[in-house]
Structures are given as structure tokens and as C-alpha cells.
């Protein structure tokens, strides 16, 4: 406080001189003298901070105290740091939606399938693995395509998938199908090709068969082994016929490495053909032996064969029946197989034969025999000279007129198949 002339404080009036809050410049202008004690005085008001001082963050104006929230710098205002904090943000969300997804993915690739019951579905031969996806949700393997398809690029890009029926189990998963259908281990069926029968017939029942597919040409005479054989749906005739054939050469090639050294015949193709013969001639395995030592004999003198299944052949060739039985004309008609008018052997198989007819040509019993004739029961009665063969041949006739009873020659069981025609 300022003081009166007298010493004593003039109360309320301020001194300016000695208010620490004035400007060094103001202060002497209006101050009176100094004393001993300086005088306080009332402070001044600051001046306004100006617009210009307050956009460059002159404090004079609009300081904020400490703990408030100020405004964003210009850096955090710039569009690149935007940019990137939602580009950040997609990421984070796209690792966070990914990381569910592929938990779910997996889950369901495992998780067990829609199938109540095992099924069998066909896959048919050129559909891609879209299309296998679509057969087995449409059947009900599984629950959804696309999963089917995403599966197998992810779990097993390698897999080669085959066309074929496959078994599916009740509520076998998604990743276990893929592994079926990668195994290629497809349903099996069986189709049986009888010994005896013409590369023409084979191929016709091969025809008669729906699950097989396409339309071969039929090989040559002779070259097929019959055997049942293991088939696929969907698997080409063709395939089946090849199958056989291989068989045939590997077969032949064992037996002929291994065959008698004295047989009369000079080939591989020669043993086929006596052995077509030989087949044709007899329904009963343990008779096979037996009819190829008789041929085997007849060839090493010089006799013909005089076999009724070459004349059979002659005349209808790979239709293989005659439907009707050999007339007295069939016999005398010379034909290229015709063994009652050629020597030796005919220029080919007459069918296909089996392996026993084979393995008996390779290896004939040693035996005397020259002559057989049906028996009446499917088999044959054997004989060493012509006398016994004819009496043979009177039973045989009384059998057909059915004045004698048909009784199996010694050693030969009973049959169980329907007789060749025999000499």
C-alpha cells in the first residue's frame, strides 16, 4: 500500500511501481520514490496473447493445465499415419476372422459325415474332383462341396483320384473320404470266362456285362486264359481282354520252359492248339491228362486225330456251336481243321484252353492209349487197340438207344458237368 505524506498507509490505493506483475517499463513512469520498503501493489492484467501468437501455440492463451487433453499433434494428423492405422486394423481383423475360419475349416474336416448307412457311390470315368464333390453331397457322403474341393487342394494336393464305386461308412468324415477316394480301393466284382470257349464268345460275354465299358476287337484264337477275373465298374473290356492275355504268356511261357521233352509239338502255339483240342474234347479235369496222351500218341504214329470238335470248328469257326449233331457229310467235308481229313494239327487253336488242358499237353501220362469214346456219364472209356475200341463204340451206341446202362469208365469220378461230344 501506498503511504500518505505524513508516513502513515493510504488504505486502497495501489502503488503501480511496486507491483512485481508490471513490466520493468511501466514501472518509474507512474511510481513514486522508493522507501526503505517497497510498497505492494495490485497486479496489472496480462495482455491478450494475439490470433497469430494462439495458431502457433503461443501459450499466453489457452494453456491447459497439467492432466488435460490437448489437441492431436500434426503428425498424428497426417494421412499416411491414417492410412496405415486402417490398413493395421484390416489386417487385424482379417488374422483375427482368419484364425476362425480355419479353426472352423479344420473342425469340419474332421468332424463325422451326414452318411446314416454305408453306401456305394459310382464315380464315373472323366469327372473332375468338382464333379466327385458334387455326386457325393448329392448321395449324401457329405455335407458340402466346396469344403470337398477346399480339402482336397489343401490336405491332399497329390492325390490322384480314380473313377470307380467306392464304400463309404455311416458317418465316415470328410478328410476320411478324400483318403478313400486317394486309395483307390474301389468295389471288386468277379466275372468268370469258362475254359473252352471261343475269343468270339469270350468277348460276347464280356459284352453281356453292364459293368464293363467299350467294344474290343476280338483277339486272336487261343490267346486268352480263362479264369475268373477281378473286375471294376466302369473298367473297359478291353482292359479285361489284356489282362487275360498277359496271363496266357506268362502261363505258357512256365509250362513250355518246363514241358516234356518228347512231346510232338514244336511250339508255344502248337501246345495251344493240341491243348484247344483237348479241352474240347472233355468236361472232366482228371480226363484232360488222359485225352492228351491219347492225341500225344496218335501224332507219334503218324496217325490223324480225328477229333469231332475240329470239324465243329471248321464248318462255324468262332461262333463255336454247330446246333445240330455232326452228320456223316460234316466228317468227309474236308476244312482246314478238319483232323479226319488233315494229318497232324490244325493251323490253330480252336478255343481258348485252360490251364489244365495246357499243363496236361506239357506233361501227358506215358500211356498206350489210341482210342475213346463217350461213356454215357460225361466221361470217356479208353482203349490201346482198335478191337477193344470197338467194342467200346457198341456200348456207346447201346447207351444212345437205350438198351444199356452208362456206367463211368474205371478211375473217372462221376461227372458233374454235361459230356463233350466224344469220338
Not at 492431436?72 to 494428423?77: C, F, K, M, Q, V
Not at 467294344?215 to 478291353?238: D, F, K, M, N, W
Amino acid at each position: 500500500m501506498a503511504e500518505s505524506n505524513d508516513g502513515s498507509a493510504k488504505a486502497g490505493v495501489p502503488d503501480p511501481a511496486a507491483s512485481p506483475l508490471l513490466p520493468a517499463g511501466n514501472r518509474g513512469a507512474n511510481a513514486a520514490p522508493s522507501s526503505d520498503a517497497a510498497a505492494p501493489t495490485i497486479a496489472a492484467p496480462a495482455p491478450k496473447a494475439s490470433a497469430r501468437s494462439a495458431r502457433r501455440g503461443n501459450p499466453a492463451k489457452g494453456v491447459q493445465s497439467k492432466g488435460g487433453q490437448g489437441k492431436p499433434s500434426r503428425a498424428a494428423r497426417h494421412p499416411a499415419v491414417t492410412i496405415l492405422s486402417g490398413i493395421f486394423t484390416f489386417l487385424l481383423f482379417l488374422a483375427v476372422g482368419g484364425g476362425i475360419g480355419a479353426w472352423y475349416a479344420e473342425r469340419a474336416f474332421y468332424a463325422p459325415g451326414p452318411l446314416a448307412a454305408e453306401k456305394v457311390v459310382n464315380i464315373p470315368r472323366g469327372s473332375g474332383v468338382r464333379d466327385m464333390g458334387e455326386i457325393l453331397e448329392r448321395e449324401g457322403v457329405i455335407s458340402n462341396a466346396l469344403l470337398f474341393l477346399a480339402g482336397q487342394r489343401i490336405a491332399r494336393p497329390d492325390a490322384s483320384f480314380k473313377a470307380g464305386e467306392f464304400v463309404f461308412k455311416p458317418g465316415q468324415s470328410l478328410a476320411s473320404v478324400i483318403d478313400t477316394l486317394a486309395s483307390g480301393k474301389m468295389v471288386v466284382h468277379q466275372i468268370t470266362i469258362p475254359e473252352g470257349l471261343t475269343s468270339q464268345q469270350v468277348v460276347k460275354r464280356l459284352m453281356d456285362n453292364d459293368l464293363l465299358t467299350g467294344t474290343p476287337a476280338v483277339p486272336a484264337e487261343g490267346t486268352l486264359l480263362p479264369e475268373t477275373y477281378q473286375i471294376t465298374r466302369g473298367q473297359s473290356r478291353e482292359e479285361v481282354l489284356k489282362k487275360m492275355a498277359d496271363e496266357q504268356r506268362k502261363l505258357l511261357a512256365t509250362l513250355w520252359a518246363k514241358r516234356a521233352p518228347d512231346i510232338p509239338v514244336k511250339s508255344p502255339q502248337e501246345l495251344v492248339t493240341l491243348a484247344s483240342i483237348v479241352e474240347k474234347e472233355t468236361g472232366l479235369a482228371a480226363e484232360r491228362p488222359k485225352v492228351a496222351a491219347v492225341f500225344v500218341n496218335r501224332i507219334n504214329k503218324k496217325m490223324r486225330l480225328q477229333s469231332d470238335p475240329t470239324i465243329i470248328y471248321g464248318i462255324v469257326g468262332g461262333r463255336g456251336a454247330l446246333g445240330r449233331p455232326i452228320s456223316r457229310t460234316d466228317i468227309a467235308t474236308a476244312t482246314a481243321y478238319n483232323t479226319y481229313a488233315i494229318d497232324g494239327l490244325p493251323p490253330g487253336p480252336i478255343c481258348n484252353p485252360g490251364r489244365d488242358a495246357l499243363a496236361a499237353v506239357a506233361n501227358p501220362p506215358r500211356t498206350k492209349d489210341l482210342f475213346f469214346v463217350a461213356d454215357g456219364t460225361g466221361g470217356h472209356a479208353f482203349a490201346e487197340t482198335l478191337a477193344d475200341h470197338n467194342k467200346n463204340v457198341a456200348r456207346w451206341r447201346a447207351i444212345e438207344q437205350g438198351s444199356a446202362p452208362a456206367t463211368p469208365a474205371a478211375g473217372v469220378p462221376a461227372p458233374v458237368a454235361a459230356p463233350n461230344t466224344g469220338n
